[in-house]
């Protein structure tokens, strides 16, 4: 009863005070039993994963054979094998034939390659320092066992004048010996004994001839590409 009776005499007061004051009663009147607490919200936001960023695609080396190079001596130079660079290279038909100007591409050490065949009788290695320097006197030629191509030998004169200049003596000390710029090991391959340029032009165009029989003309691809030979 206390509490309605209160609030009976408070309405009351109001309505006279209302209708006796002109403030008053142009007021408006908000009674508010209980002040509401505001509510908080969590927001949560979804936060990406850190993106670790993708490793950069490894570069493509190149080289371009310069006069004197050698495809071991390539290897060395280039932290890689002899073999692997024969592998990544098949335009290579033969690892001991390579010409300047070529462009050859370098393997990374993770590279896998596709193993092939290496040439019947080529040699991958450099000849050993007791093969290097050794002496041995010139050969004379003899008769071939095997069956060789009737090519004169004006044709050997060109091959000779584009690998050498003509010189059958030649040894610039890049691992090509004599006219033809045989290697040790496909000279050796053909029965050459000692070194290429030691031996005669007719030994020399002997064992070129056995060797075009095994190779084909491909043993010389850039010259005889040049003098339209094969």
Same mark, same amino acid.
């Given at each position: 009863?206390?509490?309605?009776?209160?609030?009976?005499?408070t309405l009351f007061?109001v309505s006279i005070?209302?209708?006796? #004051?002109?403030?008053?009663?142009?007021?408006?009147?908000?009674?508010?039993?209980?002040?509401?607490?505001? $509510?908080?919200?969590?927001?949560?936001?979804?936060?990406?994963?850190?993106?670790?960023?993708?490793?950069?695609?490894?570069?493509?080396?190149?080289?371009?054979?310069?006069?004197?190079?050698?495809?071991?001596?390539?290897?060395?130079?280039?932290?890689?094998?002899?073999?692997?660079?024969?592998?990544?290279?098949?335009a290579i038909t033969?690892?001991?034939?390579?010409?300047?100007?070529?462009?050859?591409?370098?393997?990374?050490?993770?590279?896998?390659?596709?193993?092939?065949?290496?040439?019947?009788?080529?040699?991958?290695?450099?000849?050993?320092?007791?093969?290097?320097?050794?002496?041995?006197?010139?050969?004379?030629?003899?008769?071939?066992?095997?069956?060789?191509?009737?090519?004169?030998?004006?044709?050997?004169?060109?091959?000779?004048?584009?690998? #050498?200049?003509?010189?059958?003596?030649?040894?610039?000390?890049?691992?090509?010996?004599?006219?033809?710029?045989?290697?040790?090991?496909?000279?050796?391959?053909?029965?050459?004994?000692?070194?290429?340029?030691?031996?005669?032009?007719?030994?020399?165009?002997?064992?070129?001839?056995?060797?075009?029989? $095994?190779?084909?003309?491909?043993?010389?691809?850039?010259?005889?590409?040049?003098?339209?030979?094969?």
């Amino acid at each position: 009863m206390g509490l309605l009776a209160t609030s009976a005499v408070t309405l009351f007061s109001v309505s006279i005070l209302a209708t006796s #004051s002109p403030t008053i009663a142009n007021s408006t009147f908000v009674f508010q039993s209980k002040q509401s607490t505001p $509510r908080t919200s969590l927001v949560v936001k979804n936060v990406a994963a850190p993106v670790t960023p993708a490793a950069p695609a490894p570069q493509l080396k190149t080289i371009v054979v310069q006069p004197g190079d050698n495809l071991t001596k390539l290897a060395e130079t280039n932290d890689t094998t002899t073999l692997r660079m024969f592998y990544d290279n098949t335009a290579i038909t033969d690892p001991d034939l390579i010409h300047p100007d070529q462009v050859l591409k370098v393997p990374t050490a993770d590279e896998a390659l596709v193993p092939r065949e290496v040439p019947v009788n080529q040699q991958i290695a450099t000849p050993s320092a007791s093969e290097s320097t050794r002496a041995a006197a010139p050969q004379v030629a003899s008769a071939a066992t095997e069956s060789v191509t009737s090519v004169g030998d004006g044709v050997w004169d060109s091959i000779a004048a584009c690998e #050498s200049g003509g010189n059958w003596a030649i040894n610039t000390g890049n691992g090509f010996y004599g006219g033809v710029q045989f290697t040790l090991s496909s000279w050796q391959a053909v029965g050459g004994t000692g070194y290429p340029n030691q031996a005669s032009k007719a030994e020399q165009i002997l064992r070129a001839k056995i060797l075009q029989s $095994r190779q084909g003309w491909g043993a010389w691809p850039a010259c005889t590409a040049k003098l339209g030979i094969g």
